[in-house]
């Protein structure tokens, strides 16, 4: 059956598409019905006209859908006259975005007529941000059994619209295939402002991240209001009001703001204004960016800021840092720093080391933050082997790097039962002005050679290991701030986000080449 068009009985008979608010069109892909073989027409014959459609095709997405069962039918587009329509009440601010954003009415919970969208929960068991969608009879149905599911729905239907497209008849099924997908931002390097942060947000949830990590404490600055210790606020920085809105707005959009005020190293614009929490070696000298642990006023001062921003930040996650705390990188830490190796004892024990200390640090910190019932997280290099303290069962691990002295690799977390973050520097981190090894990550590397097993420089864990990989990060360091603008970052991390998110979502081999990636990345926009 030629698509568009059939002969019947010697005479012509055009297949029209009537889409809702008048117009015509046909499917995409589908054949001119106005180029049908007319030899032998009968002028006399008036057969009833015919609608005939080839099968549909999966819609080309970022990230890629995972199921598509096609259909016969003209698909959907939004035209004038249609709504969008919600069986649950809360969905709908998921329901009011979409119809600002393709132009229709948000009728509420109103039956679903030809030319509509209609939002739905459901008992699926797929998982919380699975969905299906299906273009059917003229209208979508999108549905899922949470609001992110049907949220995610909304992203496909979007792209698949997009620049007057066509959604194709059928069924999504849809699921990701890993629970965190994030995006992290070093704001304390480099002050970034909030409308800058909301576009991202935004692109974040089109793609269908549902993470924005923000690191907002460091050496160079510390970048969110505080009203306990205003004194250690740079002077670029994001006033509480302008974060309530990133926070506002990445709830619209599914996606868990995650602070990290990383200690109890880089911590040098805490110290700037409490220089007397500076740690000093036996001789004296001052170490950059690290508290002395062994001070009860270090503990206090970032207890008070974790405290202080619970309320800020609702979401279920805290990234406590830990990583780099150089009192443990020179050769005799005892030796170095006593006051740190007296504390450990008097603490944990004769045979407890400034790494105990130091993991001790950690534990408590994770303390206050699970009282406020998050999950914490840390980086890698913040978990020792052997000692006498044992970092605690609940923190997860951001695995960012091998280069540590004493570097663990990845199976030891993993054989350890511990859940793990893919931060990998080798593919996912992108560092201002490319100091010592680092060099800016390229999308078609990470599609092309990294999938979520890869946490450690090119090659994989075992698969045995899949499900203690939560997720990944793709993150932006501002080592050096001036290197680049904000608008050179966000074109710089464009490719790079939408490569990492699709493997990510699809753990299989992407269906597309690079060059096609693209150039579907460049029509969605």
């Known amino acids: 059956m ?38 032998g027409v009968s002028p006399s014959a008036s057969p009833s006209p015919t609608r005939s459609y080839p099968l549909s095709k999966a819609p080309r997405t970022i990230p890629a859908v995972r199921e598509h069962t096609p259909a016969r039918g003209p698909g959907w587009r939004p035209a004038a006259g249609g709504r969008v329509v919600v069986d649950d009440a809360g969905l709908a601010d998921e329901g009011k975005l979409l119809a600002g ?82 995006f992290m931002l070093d704001i304390a390097r480099k002050h970034f402002t909030a409308d800058w942060i909301e576009d991202r947000v935004r692109e974040l949830g089109d793609l269908k991240f549902n993470q924005l990590g923000l690191h907002f404490s460091d050496d160079q600055g510390f970048r969110v209001q505080s009203d306990t210790h205003p004194e250690i606020v740079s002077r670029e920085h994001l006033s ?33 204004a409490h220089p007397d929490l500076q740690l000093r070696n036996a001789s004296g000298a001052a170490t950059r ?33 830990g990583d780099e705390y150089q009192a443990l990188t020179v050769a005799n830490p005892a030796a170095s720093f006593p006051q740190l190796a007296s504390a450990a004892r008097d603490k944990y024990g004769a045979g407890a080391s400034v790494a105990d200390l130091t993991t001790g640090w950690l534990n408590d910190r994770a303390a206050v933050v699970q009282g406020h019932d998050r999950t914490a997280r840390a980086w890698n290099d913040g978990f020792f082997r052997g ?50 090894t680092f060099v800016y990550p390229t999308g078609q590397r990470i599609y092309e050679q990294w999938t979520p097993l890869v946490l450690r420089g090119t090659a994989a864990v075992p698969a045995s290991y899949d499900s203690q990989i939560l997720g ?54």
Not at 408 to 424: I, Q
């Open 2 to 39: 030629a698509a568009g068009a059939l002969a019947v009985a010697g005479v012509v008979a055009v297949a029209v598409v009537v889409w809702p608010g008048g117009g015509s069109g046909k499917p995409a892909g589908a054949a001119d019905p106005t180029k049908a073989a007319t030899a």
């Open 101 to 182: 954003e393709l132009k229709l009415k948000y009728a509420g919970r109103e039956d679903p007529r030809d030319g509509d969208v209609e939002l739905g929960l459901n008992d699926g068991t797929a998982g919380p941000e699975s969905y299906t969608l299906t273009v059917k009879n003229r209208r979508v149905t999108i549905k899922g059994p949470a609001e992110a599911g049907v949220f995610y729905g909304t992203r496909t239907l979007k792209q698949e619209v997009h620049g007057g497209g066509t959604a194709p008849e059928g069924v999504v099924n849809d699921r990701p295939a890993k629970p965190q997908r994030g």
């Open 240 to 272: 509480k009001a302008e974060v309530r809105r990133i926070v506002d707005l990445a709830a619209s959009r599914h996606i868990t703001v995650v602070p990290e005020i990383d200690s109890p190293g880089h911590l040098g614009a805490v110290i700037a």
């Open 289 to 321: 960016g690290a508290v002395d642990i062994s001070k009860p006023a270090a503990a206090d001062l970032v207890d008070d800021l974790l405290n202080e921003y619970a309320d800020l930040f609702p979401g279920a996650y805290w990234h406590l840092g």
């Open 387 to 436: 000692g006498t303290v044992k970092a605690d069962g609940d923190l997860q691990v951001a695995y960012w790097t091998g280069k540590e002295i004493g570097a663990r690799p990845p199976a030891e977390y993993l054989s350890a039962g511990r859940k793990v973050l893919n931060y990998n520097d080798e593919f996912l981190y992108y560092v201002l002005g490319e100091p010592q």
């Open 472 to 525: 990944g990060s793709f993150a932006v360091w501002c080592d050096l701030a001036n290197s680049q603008t904000q608008d050179q970052i966000a074109a710089g991390i464009r490719m790079p986000l939408r490569a990492t998110v699709q493997k990510l979502w699809d753990p299989g081999k992407p269906e597309l080449s690079w060059p096609q990636f693209q150039a579907l990345a460049r029509q969605l926009g």
